[in-house]
Nanobody
Framework: QVQLVEFGGGLVQPGGSLRLSCAAS????????MAWYRQPPGKRRDLVAA???????HYADSMKGRFTISRDNAKNTVSLQMNSLKPEATAVYYC???????????????WGQGTQVTVSS
């Protein structure tokens, strides 16, 4: 069984910064892509940023230059540094990871429980 747990959400003023972290634990053989998604109130869940096992990154256009995704393969963690936050960034942020539990077995997508980020004065 695999579990993803997010940390670091909270309330921040517009223009401020916040760092989210996510730790994967359990029956893990290999972690492939890791990513952050967000879901604003009443809207769909969309990709924020993704990072491959080799460190290649991809960002949604509106996040480029302000958000940075990183990962620590030794610790099975992924982080999202968010700078110059705007009120429209208010959402529940979800960690996602593609994980294989043993050699030769298929990988599956796993999700964290989500962490609330609120950008407001």
């Amino acid at each position: 069984q695999v579990q993803l747990v997010e940390f670091g959400g909270g309330l921040v003023q517009p223009g401020g910064s916040l760092r989210l972290s996510c730790a994967a634990s359990g029956s893990i053989f290999s972690i492939y892509a890791m990513a952050w998604y967000r879901q604003p109130p009443g809207k769909r869940r969309d990709l924020v940023a993704a990072i491959s096992s080799g460190g290649s990154t991809h960002y949604a256009d509106s996040m480029k230059g302000r958000f940075t995704i990183s990962r620590d393969n030794a610790k099975n963690t992924v982080s999202l540094q968010m700078n110059s936050l705007k009120p429209e960034a208010t959402a529940v942020y979800y960690c996602n990871a593609e994980i294989s539990s043993s050699p030769g077995r298929s990988s599956y997508d796993y999700w964290g429980q989500g962490t609330q980020v609120t950008v407001s004065s």
